[in-house]
């Protein structure tokens, strides 16, 4: 086993592999930016090394530098957690011929999964059902792309081939936006990722996102760990996610995960990765991609198969075999994870910047927060604005939701706006409730962003003298009591259970 693992990663990612390092007896070493010498990430670590400078470009983007340090202070294994580096095969080929291992696949199924029209064939070569398309060049003239539009039938889809993020992503409805949309598809995957590929997609209505958790050794086996359903997105971003789907059957799930199994054994895939499927309004799946890292949404996946997934993401890395067999994994109960992010959500959720005067999280029975901040943490605007995610397990659904609802109202964090109240009233919404989910919920549903429409002016005054009273001294903290038109965080609005 290591000794050291460096995380090339920030945020509640770092601390949570920080945890699971330390508890095996490795010692955890890792990076920051300027923007986050004083991070909570840093301060969970046995070492840290600076990265001189702010953006990600930068710094956690940096592999050279990363790989660097990884050899100075003598780590023998690198954790990119998710986003920056974790899905770049460029960057798992240095750490191999740095002779350093990279905690994750390898290059090469990085690079087979990367590029989803290699994907979408591989799928389509073991059998696995994918989204009707047309993978054929797009350059030219566009006459093939527009037949092939027409059998497909719109509205079509244009994604981009590098593509990630939504990005290089186009809806189209009718033959004469075609060429624009493919144009305007290949500029932006240009632009993001270095390269123009697109390729066409029926467009399914109101689909479920459902997608396995796999799991590969370096001795042949690969397992899967049950589905995770992540349709209540914004802007083809997650929100929440749950396991198990509230509409997949033991069979459907059966089919799906030996689907994502054949898949990933045919690429000979190890460690951690995830299969994602849309599942259209008659139950029929079908392949989107392949994410090959850890993501986001694991610990909803650890909560019902009682697994550490970074641990075995390690043991897998340093070459032992899988810690668990198909046959060992018997998931249970409910779990339900809600992203709690620093923004607004009645200003079109645009991101909220400061220092968090106070934060104070939810504790109890079967409650989980992966934190990346914590009382006096600056949220800057360098990097994604995810604070932390409240994870809950519940024997089913409705206990899950319960639990979730109680523990989103004893989350306080005054200082900077989150989403909290939104994600509160997202688990009252009927529909969210019933479980009737699809990923252009929020378009469809009225959300509203807080509760405070009938707040009197008492209340006001005193959250914000309490807001005030816990302010830094420095005048940082809140100017106005009210509903933050202004953009200034409602003190109201953050102070959860203390409204009572
Ligand atoms: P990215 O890698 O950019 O995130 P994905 O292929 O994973 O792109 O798709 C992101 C989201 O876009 C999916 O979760 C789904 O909501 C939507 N999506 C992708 N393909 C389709 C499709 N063919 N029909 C309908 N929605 C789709």
């Given at each position: 086993?290591?000794?050291?693992?460096?995380?090339?990663?920030?945020?509640?990612?770092?601390?949570?592999?920080?945890?699971?390092?330390?508890?095996?007896?490795?010692?955890?070493?890792?990076?920051?930016?300027?923007?986050?010498?004083?991070?909570?990430?840093?301060?969970?670590?046995?070492?840290?090394?600076?990265?001189?400078?702010?953006?990600?470009?930068?710094?956690?983007?940096?592999?050279?530098?990363?790989?660097?340090?990884?050899?100075?202070?003598?780590?023998?294994?690198?954790?990119?957690?998710?986003?920056?580096?974790?899905?770049?095969?460029?960057?798992?080929?240095?750490?191999?011929?740095?002779?350093?291992?990279?905690?994750?696949?390898?290059p090469e199924a990085i690079?087979?999964?990367?590029?989803?029209?290699?994907?979408?064939?591989?799928?389509?070569?073991?059998?696995?059902?994918?989204?009707?398309?047309?993978?054929?060049?797009?350059?030219?003239?566009?006459?093939?792309?527009?037949?092939?539009?027409?059998?497909?039938?719109?509205?079509?889809?244009?994604?981009?081939?590098?593509?990630?993020?939504?990005?290089?992503?186009?809806?189209?409805?009718?033959?004469?936006?075609?060429?624009?949309?493919?144009?305007?598809?290949?500029?932006?995957?240009?632009?993001?990722?270095?390269?123009?590929?697109?390729?066409?997609?029926?467009?399914?209505?109101?689909?479920?996102?459902?997608e396995i958790q796999i799991?590969?050794?370096?001795?042949?086996?690969?397992?899967?760990?049950?589905?995770?359903?992540?349709?209540?997105?914004?802007?083809?971003?997650?929100?929440?996610?749950?396991?198990?789907?509230?509409?997949?059957?033991?069979?459907?799930?059966?089919?799906?995960?030996e689907a994502a199994v054949?898949?990933?054994?045919?690429?000979?895939?190890?460690?951690?990765?995830?299969?994602?499927?849309?599942?259209?309004?008659?139950?029929?799946?079908?392949?989107?991609?392949?994410?090959?890292?850890?993501?986001?949404?694991?610990?909803?996946?650890?909560?019902?198969?009682?697994?550490?997934?970074?641990?075995?993401?390690?043991?897998?890395?340093?070459?032992?075999?899988?810690?668990?067999?198909?046959?060992?994994?018997?998931?249970?109960?409910?779990?339900?994870?809600?992203?709690?992010?620093?923004?607004?959500?009645?200003?079109?959720?645009?991101?909220?910047?400061?220092?968090?005067?106070?934060?104070?999280?939810?504790?109890?029975?079967?409650?989980?927060?992966?934190?990346?901040?914590?009382?006096?943490?600056?949220?800057?605007?360098?990097?994604?604005?995810?604070?932390?995610?409240?994870?809950?397990?519940?024997?089913?659904?409705?206990?899950?939701?319960?639990?979730?609802?109680?523990?989103?109202?004893?989350?306080?964090?005054?200082?900077?706006?989150?989403?909290?109240?939104?994600?509160?009233?997202?688990?009252?919404?009927?529909?969210?409730?019933?479980?009737?989910?699809?990923?252009?919920?929020?378009?469809?549903?009225?959300?509203?962003?807080?509760?405070?429409?009938?707040?009197?002016?008492?209340?006001?005054?005193?959250?914000?003298?309490?807001?005030?009273?816990?302010?830094?001294?420095?005048?940082?903290?809140?100017?106005?009591?009210?509903?933050?038109?202004?953009?200034?965080?409602?003190?109201?609005?953050?102070?959860?259970?203390?409204?009572?």
């Amino acid at each position: 086993m290591f000794q050291k693992v460096l995380i090339a990663n920030r945020g509640e990612i770092a601390v949570r592999i920080a945890q699971t390092l330390q508890e095996m007896g490795m010692s955890a070493a890792g990076v920051y930016s300027d923007a986050d010498r004083e991070a909570l990430h840093v301060s969970c670590l046995d070492e840290a090394f600076p990265l001189d400078g702010n953006t990600s470009s930068e710094t956690y983007l940096r592999g050279d530098k990363i790989l660097e340090i990884a050899r100075r202070c003598g780590a023998a294994a690198i954790h990119p957690g998710y986003g920056f580096l974790s899905e770049n095969a460029a960057f798992a080929q240095m750490c191999r011929d740095a002779g350093i291992v990279f905690i994750g696949p390898t290059p090469e199924a990085i690079r087979a999964m990367g590029d989803k029209i290699l994907a979408k064939q591989t799928a389509v070569g073991v059998g696995v059902p994918v989204v009707p398309g047309w993978t054929g060049s797009l350059d030219g003239d566009l006459e093939n792309a527009r037949k092939e539009a027409r059998r497909i039938g719109y509205p079509v889809l244009i994604k981009a081939a590098a593509g990630g993020g939504g990005k290089g992503m186009r809806l189209v409805h009718e033959e004469g936006d075609l060429t624009a949309a493919v144009e305007a598809a290949q500029r932006e995957s240009a632009g993001a990722f270095g390269d123009s590929r697109v390729f066409i997609e029926k467009y399914i209505q109101r689909p479920r996102h459902v997608e396995i958790q796999i799991f590969g050794d370096h001795h042949g086996h690969v397992v899967h760990l049950n589905e995770r359903e992540c349709s209540i997105q914004r802007r083809h971003q997650k929100i929440v996610e749950e396991s198990p789907s509230p509409v997949v059957t033991a069979a459907l799930r059966a089919e799906m995960g030996e689907a994502a199994v054949r898949l990933a054994s045919v690429i000979g895939y190890t460690n951690a990765g995830t299969v994602e499927f849309i599942l259209d309004e008659s139950g029929s799946f079908y392949f989107l991609e392949v994410n090959t890292r850890l993501q986001v949404e694991h610990p909803v996946t650890e909560l019902i198969t009682r697994q550490d997934l970074v641990a075995a993401q390690v043991r897998v890395a340093a070459g032992e075999p899988l810690p668990f067999r198909q046959e060992d994994l018997r998931p249970s109960g409910h779990a339900l994870e809600c992203r709690i992010y620093a923004e607004d959500a009645s200003r079109g959720f645009v991101p909220s910047t400061g220092t968090i005067e106070l934060l104070r999280l939810p504790a109890g029975c079967n409650i989980r927060v992966d934190s990346g901040v914590t009382t006096g943490s600056n949220v800057s605007v360098y990097y994604d604005p995810m604070l932390a995610k409240l994870i809950v397990w519940g024997h089913n659904r409705e206990d899950s939701l319960r639990r979730m609802v109680w523990a989103l109202e004893r989350f306080v964090v005054l200082g900077v706006t989150t989403n909290i109240e939104f994600l509160r009233n997202l688990m009252l919404h009927p529909e969210f409730w019933s479980g009737r989910l699809h990923t252009h919920f929020l378009e469809e549903h009225r959300v509203s962003a807080n509760d405070a429409e009938d707040v009197p002016n008492e209340a006001w005054i005193a959250a914000a003298l309490a807001s005030r009273l816990l302010a830094d001294g420095n005048g940082s903290a809140v100017r106005s009591a009210h509903s933050g038109q202004d953009g200034t965080p409602s003190p109201w609005r953050s102070a959860g259970a203390w409204r009572m």
